[in-house]
């Protein structure tokens, strides 16, 4: 945290100052003089030895003011902020294998609801694309900021045969616009979403180093379980070719093997992509805290029947 005006925070010396003066004034009680005598003497009339909510009260009033003095200086924190000029695509895989009822009701459903609710979470003015792949790569959206028509498009993904994982990631790489250099002008992401094995196009490997030189970060995503009893005969992802592609861009694999797991990785991503850190002014929240708990040092203190 870093304060726009931190002259301000030379005030909060006063604090430790008037902490001593109210325990003399308590260490003095009896003695015909004392600091804030008239407070002072209505709560010795009572009798009564202050409580731990009264002590509680007395906390609260000092942290209110301490947070008072804070919000006068101007703090500013770094927040999380939707990145207006971040676009992610999806691409996922459409193969016969995905259509594997491991994951409930498929694979294949399954990867569009964990998509959509992705694309749901996604602020207002990220740009999202969408590319399905087979045994070759369409781009079904290209980035936009209507994410509803991104999620219509989702939900007419249909099946098809053979798996081109680097044809699919080539693909997701067009979507972005390039500079001079070949360099993506924008924060990129692209997740990729398989359930199967390179079987045809350019090599995973090569796309990823493509990726690489354009600034693209990787997620990957290898879907499926061991169930035995799944409807579709499969012989398993890539799981270090899926590896290879996310540590060769910065990203990160990961691995699902049911719908559950499948929405929490898109969550998980949904947290980090599309966001931006931004220093922003949270003086309105720290005054907000202090008349908090203010108010709750009040209350405490007509609780007890105290006074501060």
Partial sequence: MSFQAPVYLWALLILPVLAYLYWRARQGRGQGFVWLPDLERVRLASGVARSWPGWLAVGLYGVSMALA?????????ALPTPDEQAGVVLAIDVSGSMMADDLKPSRLDAAKAAARSFVERMPAGVKVGLVSFAAGA???SGLTADHQGVIERIDLLERRANTAIGEGLLESLKAFPTGANHQVAVPATVILLSDGRNRI???????????KRRGVR????GVGSDDPNASVDWAGFDEAELRG???????????AD????LQEIYRELGSQIGWKLERTQVSGLVALLAGFCLALSLILSWGSRRLI
């Fill in 201 to 211: 196009g350019i090599a995973p490997q090569e796309a990823a180093q493509e990726a």
């Fill in 138 to 140: 369409v781009l079904e």
């Fill in 258 to 261: 049911s719908a559950d797991r």
């Fill in 69 to 77: 003095l804070l919000a006068l200086a101007k703090p500013t924190a």
């Fill in 245 to 255: 592609i996310a540590e060769v861009t910065g990203g990160r694999y990961f691995a």
């Fill in 218 to 221: 990787v997620y990957t995503i």
